[in-house]
RNA sequence: GACCCGUUCGUCUAGCGGUCUAGGACUCCGCCCUUUCACGGCGGCAACACGGGUUCAAGUCCCGUACGGGUCGCCA
Protein backbone atom coordinates (compact mmCIF):
# COMPACT_ATOMS: atom_id res chain seq x y z
CA UNK A 1 0.00 0.00 0.00
CA UNK A 2 2.69 2.43 1.15
CA UNK A 3 4.76 1.35 -2.02
CA UNK A 4 1.93 2.82 -4.31
CA UNK A 5 2.36 6.34 -2.31
CA UNK A 6 4.39 8.25 -4.57
CA UNK A 7 7.13 9.73 -2.54
CA UNK A 8 7.13 13.47 -2.47
CA UNK A 9 9.62 15.44 -0.07
CA UNK A 10 10.06 18.99 0.06
CA UNK A 11 12.56 21.96 1.59
CA UNK A 12 10.56 24.70 2.99
CA UNK A 13 12.99 27.53 3.70
CA UNK A 14 12.25 31.18 5.05
CA UNK A 15 13.65 33.20 3.12
CA UNK A 16 16.53 34.80 5.38
CA UNK A 17 18.71 36.20 2.63
CA UNK A 18 21.53 33.24 2.74
CA UNK A 19 21.61 29.32 2.60
CA UNK A 20 22.68 28.08 6.28
CA UNK A 21 24.20 24.67 5.74
CA UNK A 22 21.82 23.40 8.23
CA UNK A 23 19.24 24.08 5.65
CA UNK A 24 21.24 22.94 2.79
CA UNK A 25 21.83 19.22 4.48
CA UNK A 26 17.85 19.70 5.51
CA UNK A 27 17.69 20.27 1.28
CA UNK A 28 20.28 17.94 0.29
CA UNK A 29 18.61 14.96 2.71
CA UNK A 30 14.97 15.85 0.99
CA UNK A 31 16.75 15.70 -2.38
CA UNK A 32 18.50 12.34 -1.86
CA UNK A 33 15.34 10.95 -0.53
CA UNK A 34 13.45 11.92 -3.74
CA UNK A 35 16.16 11.18 -6.24
CA UNK A 36 16.23 7.47 -4.47
CA UNK A 37 13.13 6.72 -4.63
CA UNK A 38 11.84 8.06 -8.05
CA UNK A 39 10.11 10.90 -6.25
CA UNK A 40 9.38 14.94 -6.36
CA UNK A 41 11.67 17.23 -5.19
CA UNK A 42 9.24 20.17 -3.75
CA UNK A 43 11.09 23.37 -2.99
CA UNK A 44 8.14 26.12 -0.91
CA UNK A 45 8.79 29.57 0.43
CA UNK A 46 7.50 29.81 3.78
CA UNK A 47 7.57 33.60 3.10
CA UNK A 48 4.52 34.72 5.62
CA UNK A 49 6.41 37.09 7.43
CA UNK A 50 5.97 39.49 4.95
CA UNK A 51 8.48 42.17 6.26
CA UNK A 52 11.50 40.09 6.60
CA UNK A 53 11.37 39.06 3.32
CA UNK A 54 12.64 39.95 -0.09
CA UNK A 55 13.23 39.28 -3.54
CA UNK A 56 16.84 38.77 -3.47
CA UNK A 57 16.77 36.88 0.24
CA UNK A 58 15.06 34.41 -2.16
CA UNK A 59 17.33 34.52 -4.66
CA UNK A 60 19.80 33.95 -2.00
CA UNK A 61 18.36 30.38 -0.93
CA UNK A 62 17.70 29.54 -4.76
CA UNK A 63 20.89 30.37 -6.02
CA UNK A 64 22.75 28.19 -2.73
CA UNK A 65 20.71 24.95 -3.76
CA UNK A 66 21.19 26.07 -7.56
CA UNK A 67 25.31 25.74 -6.88
CA UNK A 68 24.66 22.38 -4.84
CA UNK A 69 22.87 20.89 -7.31
CA UNK A 70 19.71 20.41 -5.36
CA UNK A 71 17.02 21.09 -8.26
CA UNK A 72 13.70 21.33 -7.50
CA UNK A 73 11.36 19.31 -9.55
CA UNK A 74 8.02 21.22 -8.47
CA UNK A 75 8.36 25.18 -6.57
CA UNK A 76 9.38 28.40 -8.02
CA UNK A 77 10.53 28.43 -11.83
CA UNK A 78 9.95 24.74 -11.75
CA UNK A 79 6.46 25.23 -12.07
CA UNK A 80 4.19 22.21 -10.52
CA UNK A 81 0.42 21.31 -10.33
CA UNK A 82 0.22 22.53 -6.67
CA UNK A 83 1.53 25.69 -6.92
CA UNK A 84 1.97 28.53 -6.22
CA UNK A 85 4.93 27.68 -3.98
CA UNK A 86 5.20 30.71 -2.30
CA UNK A 87 2.97 30.52 0.99
CA UNK A 88 2.29 34.08 0.24
CA UNK A 89 0.21 33.50 -2.74
CA UNK A 90 -1.77 30.59 -1.07
CA UNK A 91 -4.33 32.64 1.40
CA UNK A 92 -7.56 31.27 -0.97
CA UNK A 93 -5.95 28.12 0.15
CA UNK A 94 -5.49 28.53 3.59
CA UNK A 95 -8.66 29.93 4.16
CA UNK A 96 -10.65 27.39 2.48
CA UNK A 97 -8.81 24.75 4.73
CA UNK A 98 -10.18 27.34 7.73
CA UNK A 99 -13.35 27.19 6.74
CA UNK A 100 -12.96 23.19 6.87
CA UNK A 101 -12.13 23.41 10.37
CA UNK A 102 -14.42 26.45 11.01
CA UNK A 103 -17.58 24.30 9.96
CA UNK A 104 -16.70 21.79 11.78
CA UNK A 105 -16.40 23.49 14.93
CA UNK A 106 -12.92 22.95 15.29
CA UNK A 107 -11.90 26.25 15.24
CA UNK A 108 -12.92 29.28 17.36
CA UNK A 109 -12.56 33.17 17.01
CA UNK A 110 -10.70 34.51 20.08
CA UNK A 111 -9.81 38.60 20.20
CA UNK A 112 -9.78 38.57 16.66
CA UNK A 113 -7.58 35.75 16.19
CA UNK A 114 -8.49 32.24 15.28
CA UNK A 115 -7.83 29.34 17.49
CA UNK A 116 -8.01 25.83 16.45
CA UNK A 117 -9.32 23.30 19.28
CA UNK A 118 -6.93 21.36 20.32
CA UNK A 119 -8.30 17.60 21.11
CA UNK A 120 -7.80 16.53 24.95
CA UNK A 121 -6.49 13.09 24.11
CA UNK A 122 -3.12 11.37 23.15
CA UNK A 123 -1.53 11.99 20.29
CA UNK A 124 1.46 9.75 19.05
CA UNK A 125 4.00 10.79 16.59
CA UNK A 126 6.30 7.60 15.04
CA UNK A 127 9.52 9.56 14.17
CA UNK A 128 11.39 7.60 11.68
CA UNK A 129 14.53 8.94 13.34
CA UNK A 130 13.50 9.54 17.20
CA UNK A 131 11.26 7.06 17.42
CA UNK A 132 7.43 7.04 18.88
CA UNK A 133 6.29 9.96 21.75
CA UNK A 134 2.71 10.28 22.76
CA UNK A 135 1.80 13.67 24.00
CA UNK A 136 -1.64 14.99 25.33
CA UNK A 137 -1.51 18.18 23.81
CA UNK A 138 -4.73 19.72 25.54
CA UNK A 139 -3.16 19.00 29.05
CA UNK A 140 0.46 20.09 28.09
CA UNK A 141 -0.97 23.36 26.94
CA UNK A 142 -3.00 23.98 30.21
CA UNK A 143 0.43 25.94 31.28
CA UNK A 144 3.03 27.70 29.45
CA UNK A 145 6.80 29.22 30.63
CA UNK A 146 6.74 32.97 30.78
CA UNK A 147 9.95 34.06 30.20
CA UNK A 148 9.92 37.21 31.88
CA UNK A 149 8.77 35.86 34.95
CA UNK A 150 10.39 32.75 35.11
CA UNK A 151 7.74 30.76 35.68
CA UNK A 152 4.72 28.74 34.41
CA UNK A 153 1.30 30.73 33.17
CA UNK A 154 -2.02 29.77 32.39
CA UNK A 155 -2.49 29.78 29.09
CA UNK A 156 -5.06 28.57 26.42
CA UNK A 157 -4.14 25.00 24.79
CA UNK A 158 -5.73 26.11 21.73
CA UNK A 159 -3.36 27.10 18.80
CA UNK A 160 -3.66 30.35 17.25
CA UNK A 161 -3.90 29.45 13.59
CA UNK A 162 -5.03 33.18 11.94
CA UNK A 163 -3.61 36.38 13.34
CA UNK A 164 -6.43 38.94 13.60
CA UNK A 165 -4.90 40.77 10.88
CA UNK A 166 -6.21 37.98 8.88
CA UNK A 167 -2.24 36.55 8.51
CA UNK A 168 -1.68 32.69 8.83
CA UNK A 169 0.38 31.43 11.70
CA UNK A 170 3.53 28.71 10.67
CA UNK A 171 1.83 25.46 12.28
CA UNK A 172 -1.28 25.77 10.20
CA UNK A 173 0.27 26.95 6.49
CA UNK A 174 2.85 24.32 7.25
CA UNK A 175 0.04 21.72 7.34
CA UNK A 176 -2.23 22.72 5.06
CA UNK A 177 0.43 22.91 2.19
CA UNK A 178 1.81 19.30 2.99
CA UNK A 179 -1.74 17.83 2.46
CA UNK A 180 -2.28 19.35 -0.65
CA UNK A 181 1.27 19.08 -2.10
CA UNK A 182 0.65 15.56 -1.15
CA UNK A 183 4.08 15.56 0.87
CA UNK A 184 4.70 11.93 1.90
CA UNK A 185 7.72 12.40 3.75
CA UNK A 186 8.85 15.25 5.50
CA UNK A 187 12.49 15.28 6.49
CA UNK A 188 13.25 18.23 8.86
CA UNK A 189 15.45 19.97 11.72
CA UNK A 190 14.88 18.24 15.30
CA UNK A 191 13.96 21.55 16.28
CA UNK A 192 10.48 20.84 14.99
CA UNK A 193 10.17 17.50 16.60
CA UNK A 194 7.75 18.58 19.75
CA UNK A 195 5.91 20.85 17.31
CA UNK A 196 5.28 17.92 15.36
CA UNK A 197 2.22 16.53 17.52
CA UNK A 198 0.56 19.96 16.67
CA UNK A 199 0.99 18.92 13.41
CA UNK A 200 -0.94 15.75 13.58
CA UNK A 201 -3.56 17.28 15.52
CA UNK A 202 -4.14 19.38 12.81
CA UNK A 203 -3.47 16.78 9.78
CA UNK A 204 -6.04 14.62 11.39
CA UNK A 205 -8.49 17.63 11.75
CA UNK A 206 -8.21 18.45 8.55
CA UNK A 207 -8.97 14.65 7.77
CA UNK A 208 -5.60 13.55 6.16
CA UNK A 209 -3.17 11.02 6.90
CA UNK A 210 0.00 12.64 7.90
CA UNK A 211 2.84 12.04 6.46
CA UNK A 212 6.69 10.20 7.71
CA UNK A 213 8.11 12.24 9.90
CA UNK A 214 12.34 12.33 9.65
CA UNK A 215 13.61 14.68 12.36
CA UNK A 216 17.34 14.72 11.71
CA UNK A 217 19.35 16.21 14.43
CA UNK A 218 21.25 19.48 14.04
CA UNK A 219 24.07 21.26 13.46
CA UNK A 220 26.32 23.07 16.20
CA UNK A 221 29.57 24.88 15.48
CA UNK A 222 33.31 23.10 16.26
CA UNK A 223 32.49 24.59 19.88
CA UNK A 224 29.42 23.49 20.63
CA UNK A 225 27.30 26.47 19.78
CA UNK A 226 24.58 27.45 17.47
CA UNK A 227 25.73 28.40 13.66
CA UNK A 228 24.52 31.69 12.83
CA UNK A 229 25.30 33.38 9.33
CA UNK A 230 28.61 35.10 10.38
CA UNK A 231 30.18 31.67 11.47
CA UNK A 232 32.84 30.20 9.50
CA UNK A 233 31.17 28.01 7.27
CA UNK A 234 27.30 29.22 8.05
CA UNK A 235 26.54 30.14 4.59
CA UNK A 236 26.49 27.92 1.12
CA UNK A 237 27.61 31.24 -0.64
CA UNK A 238 31.08 31.28 0.90
CA UNK A 239 31.86 27.63 -0.18
CA UNK A 240 31.45 28.72 -4.01
CA UNK A 241 33.32 31.50 -3.09
CA UNK A 242 36.04 30.16 -1.39
CA UNK A 243 36.50 27.57 -4.31
CA UNK A 244 34.81 24.39 -2.65
CA UNK A 245 33.43 21.79 -4.97
CA UNK A 246 29.27 21.53 -4.65
CA UNK A 247 29.86 17.80 -5.08
CA UNK A 248 32.38 17.89 -1.69
CA UNK A 249 29.52 19.95 0.47
CA UNK A 250 27.30 17.68 -0.51
CA UNK A 251 29.24 14.90 0.30
CA UNK A 252 30.51 16.44 3.73
CA UNK A 253 27.00 17.54 4.83
CA UNK A 254 25.54 14.30 4.04
CA UNK A 255 28.23 12.89 6.57
CA UNK A 256 27.10 15.08 8.99
CA UNK A 257 24.45 13.40 10.46
CA UNK A 258 24.10 10.72 8.19
CA UNK A 259 26.09 7.77 7.73
CA UNK A 260 26.45 4.96 4.99
CA UNK A 261 27.06 2.49 8.24
CA UNK A 262 30.55 0.62 6.53
CA UNK A 263 33.96 3.03 6.02
CA UNK A 264 33.03 5.02 2.54
CA UNK A 265 33.81 8.65 3.00
CA UNK A 266 34.22 9.94 -0.76
CA UNK A 267 31.31 10.13 -2.48
CA UNK A 268 29.73 11.59 -5.90
CA UNK A 269 26.43 12.68 -5.64
CA UNK A 270 25.25 9.63 -7.74
CA UNK A 271 26.89 7.14 -5.29
CA UNK A 272 24.78 9.25 -2.25
CA UNK A 273 21.50 8.67 -4.22
CA UNK A 274 22.34 5.19 -4.27
CA UNK A 275 23.79 5.09 -0.54
CA UNK A 276 21.32 7.70 1.47
CA UNK A 277 18.12 5.94 3.01
CA UNK A 278 16.50 7.26 6.03
CA UNK A 279 17.36 4.66 8.67
CA UNK A 280 21.06 5.79 8.35
CA UNK A 281 20.01 8.92 9.89
CA UNK A 282 21.70 9.74 13.31
CA UNK A 283 20.37 10.76 16.71
CA UNK A 284 22.50 13.17 17.70
CA UNK A 285 23.70 16.77 16.90
CA UNK A 286 26.99 17.24 15.48
CA UNK A 287 29.73 19.59 15.17
CA UNK A 288 30.90 21.67 11.82
CA UNK A 289 34.80 20.29 11.38
CA UNK A 290 36.18 22.92 8.62
CA UNK A 291 39.27 20.81 8.48
CA UNK A 292 37.62 17.88 7.36
CA UNK A 293 35.52 19.43 4.48
CA UNK A 294 38.59 21.13 3.29
CA UNK A 295 40.16 17.62 3.24
CA UNK A 296 36.62 16.24 1.53
CA UNK A 297 37.19 18.74 -0.66
CA UNK A 298 40.46 18.00 -1.91
CA UNK A 299 39.82 14.39 -2.14
CA UNK A 300 36.78 15.62 -5.27
CA UNK A 301 39.19 17.90 -6.30
CA UNK A 302 42.21 15.67 -6.83
CA UNK A 303 39.04 13.43 -8.48
CA UNK A 304 38.60 15.73 -11.02
CA UNK A 305 40.01 15.68 -14.80
CA UNK A 306 42.40 18.07 -15.42
CA UNK A 307 40.34 19.62 -17.94
CA UNK A 308 37.16 19.63 -15.33
CA UNK A 309 39.49 21.26 -12.82
CA UNK A 310 41.12 23.94 -15.04
CA UNK A 311 38.16 24.86 -15.98
CA UNK A 312 36.74 25.15 -12.21
CA UNK A 313 39.53 26.83 -11.22
CA UNK A 314 40.25 29.35 -13.83
CA UNK A 315 37.24 32.14 -12.07
CA UNK A 316 39.81 32.25 -9.47
CA UNK A 317 42.58 32.31 -11.53
CA UNK A 318 40.85 35.11 -13.65
CA UNK A 319 39.92 37.17 -10.71
CA UNK A 320 43.27 37.23 -9.44
CA UNK A 321 44.22 38.81 -12.31
CA UNK A 322 46.59 36.45 -14.07
CA UNK A 323 47.50 35.59 -17.75
CA UNK A 324 43.85 33.82 -18.15
CA UNK A 325 45.17 33.21 -21.90
CA UNK A 326 48.90 32.37 -21.57
CA UNK A 327 49.56 28.84 -22.44
CA UNK A 328 51.66 28.22 -19.18
CA UNK A 329 48.14 28.47 -17.29
CA UNK A 330 46.98 24.64 -18.13
CA UNK A 331 50.20 23.31 -17.19
CA UNK A 332 50.63 25.57 -14.02
CA UNK A 333 47.34 24.22 -12.67
CA UNK A 334 47.90 20.99 -13.75
CA UNK A 335 51.22 20.89 -10.92
CA UNK A 336 48.85 22.36 -8.35
CA UNK A 337 45.72 20.18 -9.18
CA UNK A 338 46.70 17.85 -6.39
CA UNK A 339 48.16 20.12 -3.67
CA UNK A 340 45.58 22.50 -2.92
CA UNK A 341 42.55 22.12 -0.98
CA UNK A 342 40.22 24.91 -2.51
CA UNK A 343 39.99 26.27 -5.53
CA UNK A 344 40.84 29.83 -4.39
CA UNK A 345 44.43 28.92 -3.37
CA UNK A 346 45.26 28.24 -7.25
CA UNK A 347 46.22 31.80 -8.07
CA UNK A 348 48.41 31.98 -4.71
CA UNK A 349 50.42 29.05 -5.68
CA UNK A 350 50.96 29.44 -9.20
CA UNK A 351 51.08 33.57 -9.68
CA UNK A 352 54.88 33.29 -9.03
CA UNK A 353 55.34 31.85 -12.32
CA UNK A 354 53.50 35.16 -14.25
CA UNK A 355 54.88 37.76 -11.47
CA UNK A 356 57.20 40.28 -13.13
CA UNK A 357 59.08 40.70 -9.66
CA UNK A 358 58.54 38.40 -6.30
CA UNK A 359 58.70 39.14 -2.83
CA UNK A 360 60.74 36.62 -1.08
CA UNK A 361 58.83 35.72 2.34
CA UNK A 362 60.41 36.80 5.35
CA UNK A 363 60.76 33.31 7.01
CA UNK A 364 61.52 31.53 3.97
CA UNK A 365 64.44 33.95 3.21
CA UNK A 366 65.98 33.90 6.87
CA UNK A 367 66.00 29.95 6.02
CA UNK A 368 68.63 30.24 3.53
CA UNK A 369 69.98 33.45 4.58
CA UNK A 370 70.92 32.08 7.58
CA UNK A 371 73.54 29.38 6.56
CA UNK A 372 77.22 30.00 6.28
CA UNK A 373 77.11 28.82 2.67
CA UNK A 374 74.27 31.41 1.23
CA UNK A 375 75.94 33.04 -1.14
CA UNK A 376 78.32 30.25 -2.82
CA UNK A 377 75.32 28.05 -3.04
CA UNK A 378 73.02 30.68 -4.39
CA UNK A 379 76.28 31.63 -7.01
CA UNK A 380 76.80 28.15 -8.16
CA UNK A 381 72.92 27.76 -8.74
CA UNK A 382 72.59 31.02 -10.54
CA UNK A 383 75.70 30.11 -12.79
CA UNK A 384 74.56 26.74 -13.69
CA UNK A 385 71.08 27.23 -14.01
CA UNK A 386 72.18 30.12 -16.74
CA UNK A 387 74.28 27.69 -18.75
CA UNK A 388 71.20 25.35 -19.48
CA UNK A 389 70.46 25.47 -23.10
CA UNK A 390 67.40 23.17 -23.20
CA UNK A 391 64.88 24.25 -20.36
CA UNK A 392 63.45 21.44 -19.83
CA UNK A 393 63.12 19.42 -16.64
CA UNK A 394 65.46 17.28 -17.05
CA UNK A 395 68.32 19.85 -17.84
CA UNK A 396 67.28 21.91 -15.11
CA UNK A 397 67.52 19.05 -12.78
CA UNK A 398 70.90 18.03 -14.12
CA UNK A 399 72.29 21.87 -13.69
CA UNK A 400 71.25 21.49 -9.94
CA UNK A 401 73.03 18.39 -9.58
CA UNK A 402 76.11 20.04 -11.20
CA UNK A 403 76.10 22.93 -8.80
CA UNK A 404 76.03 20.76 -5.85
CA UNK A 405 78.69 18.52 -7.36
CA UNK A 406 80.77 21.56 -7.68
CA UNK A 407 79.94 22.47 -3.79
CA UNK A 408 80.58 19.10 -2.51
CA UNK A 409 77.17 18.48 -1.48
CA UNK A 410 73.97 17.03 -2.24
CA UNK A 411 71.42 18.02 -4.67
CA UNK A 412 69.35 18.28 -1.56
CA UNK A 413 70.80 20.66 -0.06
CA UNK A 414 70.37 23.23 -2.75
CA UNK A 415 66.62 22.46 -3.53
CA UNK A 416 65.50 24.58 -0.70
CA UNK A 417 67.58 27.97 -1.65
CA UNK A 418 66.48 27.20 -5.18
CA UNK A 419 62.93 26.94 -4.22
CA UNK A 420 62.85 30.03 -1.98
CA UNK A 421 65.17 32.35 -4.17
CA UNK A 422 63.04 31.51 -6.91
CA UNK A 423 59.61 31.74 -5.66
CA UNK A 424 60.10 33.38 -2.70
CA UNK A 425 58.25 30.56 -0.54
CA UNK A 426 59.72 27.74 1.22
CA UNK A 427 56.62 25.61 -0.14
CA UNK A 428 54.76 25.48 -3.09
CA UNK A 429 54.19 23.01 -6.44
CA UNK A 430 56.94 20.50 -7.52
CA UNK A 431 60.16 22.54 -7.54
CA UNK A 432 61.40 21.68 -11.43
CA UNK A 433 58.31 22.29 -13.02
CA UNK A 434 57.94 25.01 -10.91
CA UNK A 435 60.78 26.56 -12.92
CA UNK A 436 60.37 25.60 -16.14
CA UNK A 437 57.37 27.46 -16.48
CA UNK A 438 58.84 30.21 -14.46
CA UNK A 439 61.61 30.37 -17.45
CA UNK A 440 65.25 30.89 -17.51
CA UNK A 441 65.73 34.42 -17.17
CA UNK A 442 63.39 34.88 -15.06
CA UNK A 443 64.78 31.95 -12.52
CA UNK A 444 68.28 33.14 -12.56
CA UNK A 445 67.36 36.82 -12.06
CA UNK A 446 65.56 35.85 -8.89
CA UNK A 447 67.93 34.13 -7.75
CA UNK A 448 70.90 36.97 -8.35
CA UNK A 449 68.62 39.69 -6.72
CA UNK A 450 67.83 37.01 -3.54
CA UNK A 451 71.67 36.92 -3.53
CA UNK A 452 72.24 40.92 -3.54
CA UNK A 453 70.07 41.19 -0.53
CA UNK A 454 71.98 38.64 1.97
C1' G B 1 9.72 25.23 35.39
C1' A B 2 7.23 21.18 32.40
C1' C B 3 7.74 18.04 28.38
C1' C B 4 10.75 15.84 24.37
C1' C B 5 15.43 14.15 22.05
C1' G B 6 20.38 12.90 22.71
C1' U B 7 25.48 11.19 25.15
C1' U B 8 31.56 5.87 21.69
C1' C B 9 38.69 8.99 20.48
C1' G B 10 39.32 16.74 20.24
C1' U B 11 35.69 16.21 15.70
C1' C B 12 32.55 13.03 12.11
C1' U B 13 31.31 8.08 12.95
C1' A B 14 31.09 1.95 12.94
C1' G B 15 29.00 -0.99 16.71
C1' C B 16 21.90 -3.16 16.84
C1' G B 17 24.23 -9.06 24.09
C1' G B 18 29.51 -12.79 23.34
C1' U B 19 33.61 -11.90 17.09
C1' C B 20 35.44 -5.04 21.26
C1' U B 21 42.60 -5.96 24.36
C1' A B 22 36.13 -0.98 20.57
C1' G B 23 36.96 -0.42 13.82
C1' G B 24 37.28 3.71 9.94
C1' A B 25 38.00 9.07 8.78
C1' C B 26 39.73 14.35 9.87
C1' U B 27 43.47 16.76 12.96
C1' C B 28 48.34 16.01 15.35
C1' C B 29 53.06 13.13 15.75
C1' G B 30 56.74 9.50 13.76
C1' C B 31 58.75 6.48 9.76
C1' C B 32 59.10 5.25 4.51
C1' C B 33 59.00 6.94 -0.60
C1' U B 34 61.38 11.20 -2.85
C1' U B 35 65.02 16.27 -6.43
C1' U B 36 62.38 19.97 -2.99
C1' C B 37 57.17 20.89 -1.64
C1' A B 38 53.24 17.97 -1.60
C1' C B 39 50.56 13.37 -2.66
C1' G B 40 50.89 8.50 -1.24
C1' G B 41 52.15 4.17 1.99
C1' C B 42 52.96 2.45 6.99
C1' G B 43 52.63 3.27 12.22
C1' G B 44 51.39 6.07 16.78
C1' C B 45 48.51 9.25 20.43
C1' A B 46 43.28 9.28 21.55
C1' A B 47 36.67 7.23 23.32
C1' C B 48 32.12 3.52 25.33
C1' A B 49 29.45 10.52 30.54
C1' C B 50 28.53 8.51 35.69
C1' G B 51 25.85 5.16 39.13
C1' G B 52 22.67 1.19 39.79
C1' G B 53 20.25 -3.02 37.84
C1' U B 54 18.91 -7.39 34.15
C1' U B 55 22.11 -11.43 32.20
C1' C B 56 26.52 -16.86 32.36
C1' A B 57 27.98 -12.35 29.47
C1' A B 58 26.52 -4.98 28.41
C1' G B 59 29.44 0.03 24.44
C1' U B 60 25.04 -2.84 23.10
C1' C B 61 18.79 -3.92 27.33
C1' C B 62 16.25 -1.24 31.82
C1' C B 63 16.21 2.70 35.68
C1' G B 64 18.40 6.96 37.86
C1' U B 65 21.97 11.15 37.86
C1' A B 66 24.88 14.60 35.22
C1' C B 67 25.72 17.16 30.88
C1' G B 68 24.21 18.88 25.88
C1' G B 69 20.20 20.18 22.56
C1' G B 70 15.07 21.27 21.56
C1' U B 71 9.82 22.75 22.38
C1' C B 72 6.37 25.24 25.29
C1' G B 73 4.32 32.59 20.95
C1' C B 74 -0.94 36.19 17.54
C1' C B 75 8.38 33.82 14.87
C1' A B 76 9.32 30.45 11.05
Known sequence: MSEATPVRTRFAPSPTGYLHVGGARTALYNWLYARAKGGTFVLRVEDTDAARNTAEACQAIFDGMNWLGLTWDEGPDAGGDYGPYFQSQRSEIYERYLTKLTDADLAYEDDGAIRFRVPDRDITVNDTVCGSQTVNLHQQGLTRWDEEKSENVAANPDLVIRRPDGS?????????????????????????????????????????????????????????????????????????????????????????????????????????????????????????????????NAEHLK??????????????????????????????????????????????????????????????????????????????????????????????????????????????????????????????ADLIPMLRLIGREKVVARIDAFRQSL
Open 303 to 428: ALPATAFAEAAMPFVEQAGLPVDDDRIDAALELVQPRIQVLSDAPKWISVIFADEIEVEAEAGAKVSSRDDADSVLEALSSSLAAVSDWNDDDIKAAIVEAAGGLGVKMVALMLPCRVAATGSASG
Open 168 to 296: FIFHFVNVVDDIEMKISHVIRGMDHLTNTIKHIALFEALGATPPVFAHVPLNLNADGSKMSKRDQGAAVGDYRDNGFLPAAVNNYLALLGWSPKDDREVFSMEELVEAFDLPGINQSNSRFDYDKCLWM
